[in-house]
């Protein structure tokens, strides 16, 4: 199962179908409270974080998900005006634009899974 968090529809619908045709199973968010209730309901194996979102970004995500032992990769085209909240959250970057099934792969081969 596949967290992923992105505030543009055409991109989680794509890294959707991405995941899909992964094999995997995809939760989808397009804000960080939906995320944190995906979380709870349902744990993820791996996650896939926009890394700027309307009005936020998605550090309160990463955060959970570092304490519960989650991977992510952060997927980001924004890298000028987030570039402190990257480096701050540490994990793999997958600049956009990145083919989606790429982005899933990647996430998928972080995991393990």
Known sequence: MILILDDEPLILMDLEFAAEDSGHEALCATDCRQAMKLI???PPRVAVLDVSLKGET???VARELDQRGIPYV?????LDRQDETVARLGAPLVPKPTPSDSVI????QLAGC
């Open 105 to 108: 792969a990647a996430a998928v």
């Open 74 to 78: 952060l997927h980001s085209g924004d």
């Open 40 to 42: 709870e309901a349902r």
């Open 58 to 60: 998605c550090e309160r």
